[in-house]
Structure formats: C-alpha cells, structure tokens
C-alpha cells in the first residue's frame, strides 16, 4: 500500500513540475513540449481542399501581407487582381458596438465592443475583428459563379455605401446599413446590415441582381478568417481554444485546431461535417467568439482551409440556384460577434452555447453554470455566488468527506505505532509490510480510504473550475475590497498567499506518511501547486480558497472528535 501511495504521489509531483516548467517556457515564447507550434509554410491563397473550398475564389481571402494596414497598399500573392480602389471605411455606433466596414467588399474590418474593457489596457475596449500589423480576424460574404463563368462580386469588390445615420439614435432600436457594387459578371451584390439596440447579432441581408441577358447559378459564402495567433494577453498556465468550430445536426460541435488545417493534406477530408442543411460555423477564443448564423433547412457545405502563411477559414457555401436574366434573389443570414453568455447563444441557435468550453465536464459544467447563475440572481456578486456555490458543493458532498477525513483522522492516530514498527524493521521491509497491515486490520484502518471519496467528488470540482475559467461573466466582475475583476488576478497575491497557507495547515492536518521521503513531498506539493495560483484569475483561486477552508473545518472537526489532533 504504502508502495503504491508512493507511486502516486511521484507521478503528480514530476507531472506538476513539467507542466510548470512547460508553462514557464511558452510564457518565454519557447514551444510547448506537448504542443510545439507548427511549421508555418508559404501557401497560397485558395489553396483547396476536399470540402468545395477549392470553389472560393483564389482572392476570396487577402494574405496576411495585404492587410499590413487600413487602406495601405501591400504586395499582391501571384495570380492575385490588380489593387482595388482605395477604400471608404464606414464606422457605425451602436450601444454595444463600433463596427467598421470597408467599402471594398462591403464587410467589417474592425469591431470594438463596447461594454468590455480590454484587460491587459483599461483605457481600451475589447477589439474582436481586426485588420492591422498583428491581427487578422475577419467575417467576409460574397458569391462564387459556376465554373468557367465571369467572376461575380466577392467580399474585394469596390461597393458604394448609401449615405444614411452612423450611429444609433437615442429612442431608436435599430439602424441599417447598406453596401452597393456594381455589375460584375452580370450580378449586382447589396449587403444590407442590420443592427439591434442592445444586441450582438447583426442581420445580414444579402440581395443578388441578375443585370444580364443569361440566367447565373451562383453560391454565397460565408467565411470567417483569422490568424493563428492566441489572443493578446493569453495565459501561458491555463490552456483556453482558439481557433474554428464547426456545428451540424449529425456531427454536432466540432472544434478544429489552426495545427490540423496546417497539416491537412492536399484534398484529404477533413476532421469535421463538409455538408448539411443546417448548423453554423464559428472562431472562438477565451470569452468571446463569432459565427455565421444561416436559416434551417437551408442546403450548405462547410469548409476550413489554409488561406496564407498563418492564416486560415472556416465558412460555408450556400447554393442560390438559378436566377433568371433581370430576377433577383435575396438571402438573410445572421453575423453574431460578442462575449459568450450562455444563455443567450443557446437562444440563437442549436448548440452555439457549445462555443463557451468546458471540454470533457460540459454534462456537469452545465448545470453547475445554472445553479451558478441563480445564485448570482439572489446575492448579486458573482464572488459570494463562487462561495456560495462551493459551500453546496461541500454539502452535497459531505457524507462522502466525513468518511475520507475520518479514515485520515484514524490514520494518524495510529501513525506514532507505524512509525516505530518501520524504525524497529526497516533491514526488514517483508516482515515491516506485513505487521503494518496485521495493524491497519486491527484498528480496521483502510490507507486509502480517505482517496475514492475525493475521486468520486473532483470532477464536480473540475467541472467548476473551468465553469469559471470559461464564463465571460467574471470579466470585470468585482468581489469585495482590493478584488476587482474576478478574471483577473489577485493585484495584491492576498488570495494566492491564503490558499499557500490554507494548503499547509490542510497538509498538517493529514497523517504523516511513514516514508520520510513521502512526509516532505506532502509538504512541497503544497507549494508546488500554490505557486500557479499566484497567475491564476482570482475567481478560480477564490473558488479552491473556499474549498480548502471548508475542508480544513470538517477535517479538524473530525480529528478533533477521535482526539487526533496535533498528531
């Protein structure tokens, strides 16, 4: 027994000390021992692969050298148009958003949202979509025409924006905007967005003239692109997904790393739905995500590709079928760009809460996230909600940890005797194996029972940690006192130093392990594992302090009642 209580606590410390040297060196911009980051390669744009992309125009996405700067020119890929005309930018302010489009192509090239604050600068607002020297993170829109037809308006087709409000009125609920382009290939494109007071879906309206004398059969899509890049500000000692994610009625939610599109090969399929008559595509990242949102019953085809060097799409094609000469068809699609509430996504559309991830604990982060939010709805701070949570939790659980604490408690009452038996046998460890089990059966001491209770009950508190790692809620949520954004860590390190201190006592509490060199182990993994808190948003560390002082209590109580304590 004590062998294999040995064993464990080797593998959880030399796993703790490579996971704090890994985090250490991508911290420092060295790669990941378990991730190392891929080699990027020149591909050009358009590159194809097996789920209709190849159908996206070669200049359906710009390199990440055209977008060095707004209305900058840049060098070209080969085979790339001519340098379209310079471009009007268009900023439009609502409540929640400034949305800035380009005329080229009638899409948004930057947006700020409004009511979140950037956290590594509080004089900023979140940006999601970008365009500058060290973001790409685009929506794009526009058509593709049947093979060997004339190209028809793409999101880098010179529009015409109809003057009208850049902002929204005080007393108006919502506010439109509307790109023109002109005849190309004998279809005229008008994108019209509408915005909603208060809301982070933007309708999407898309209207396709047929201004020639044959029918076209052209398909729409719908991309979003992005860089690989981790957000700003992105914590190197707790892994959060960024990057594409696919959902449809059969696969359900499929999330794919920029790695697996970087290593796809040419026409290989990928790892996720290319084809469905309902579902989204989204970009997530920590707090925050997009997505293309598309009527039901609406035939589609998903695709994820390699754009450039360090740059990659996930859309959808949409078939319009044919639109006779002087016919018109129009097309409503949803954009959604913002934080990640839960209950919200899951209002707009099956399985976009699935964009907020908890990994493998969402069938118990879910309810826990619930129970959370209700909690939050009668005391008003999200912080006393993470207390009261945990003391429920703690509740829930406390048949199962009275028997673990009273197994530990009965463990180090009998610990002076074992103590003595491995000093009087320690030349002898077969006979010293033996009579310590003749005394555990004696005083019918089980030396791991104190495990299973805390095995059964830690993916419950797993599944809370990332409940609270994943929830946008806590973004600039305060607390009480010095404790301001429950996101953010402790400014004064007076939580982490607490659970350092809660952490030892807890230690002290335990039964001393026989094996001198498993006693001092019990004494540094403490602070081993404290030593990340010092990182870690002061939610998260507030959520392990309440636990562990809950534990303490119980624990000390009971060892108080078999008159163990200070043993």
Known sequence: MNDIRRTLLWVV???????LWDGWNRHNGEPSLF??????????????????????????????TAVAAQGAAAAAPPAAPAAAPRAELVTIT????????????????????LKEVDQN???RKVVLFDRSPHRVYLAQTGLIGAPGTAPLPTHLTPMQWVPGPREMAAGSDSLQVRFESADVG??????????????YVVDVKLEVENVSAQPITPQLYFQLVRDGNAPEGESSFYFTFTGPAVYDSVDKFKKIDFKDIEKRAPGAKPDHATSGDTGWVAMVQHYFASAWLLPEHTKREFFTRKVDTNLYAVGMLVPLGTIDAGASKTFDSTLFVGPQEENKLSALAPGLELVKDYGWFTILAKPLFWLLTQLHAVLGNWGWAIVALVVLLKIAFYPLNAK?????????????RVMALRERLKDKPQEMQQEMMRIYREEKVNPLGGCLPIFVQMPFFIALYWVLL??????????????????????????PLLMTASSLLQTWLNPTPPDPVQAKMMWIMPLVFSAMFFVFPAGLVLYWLTNNILSIAQQYMINKRLGVLGK
């Not at 400034?98 to 949202?113: H, I, W």
């Not at 008008?190 to 909603?196: A, L």
């Not at 673990?404 to 002076?416: C, E, F, L, R, T």
């Open 121 to 123: 600068d509080p004089s």
């Open 94 to 113: 609502t409540d929640v958003f400034a949305f800035t489009f380009d005329s080229n192509g009638g899409d948004p090239v930057k947006v700020e949202l």
């Open 470 to 495: 994943s929830s946008v809620e806590m973004r600039n949520a305060p607390w009480i006192l010095w404790i301001h954004d429950l996101s953010a860590r402790d400014p004064y390190f007076i939580l």
């Open 404 to 416: 673990a604490y009273a197994s530990m408690a009965k463990m180090k009452a009998i610990n002076p």
């Open 13 to 19: 410390f030399s796993m703790s000390l490579v996971l």
């Open 35 to 64: 991730g190392p980051q891929p080699t990027a390669t020149n591909a050009a744009p358009g590159a194809t692969d097996a789920t209709g992309a190849a159908s996206v125009p070669s200049n359906a996405v710009p390199p990440a």
């Open 186 to 199: 004998g279809a005229r494109l008008v994108k019209t967005y509408t915005f909603k007071r208060g809301s």
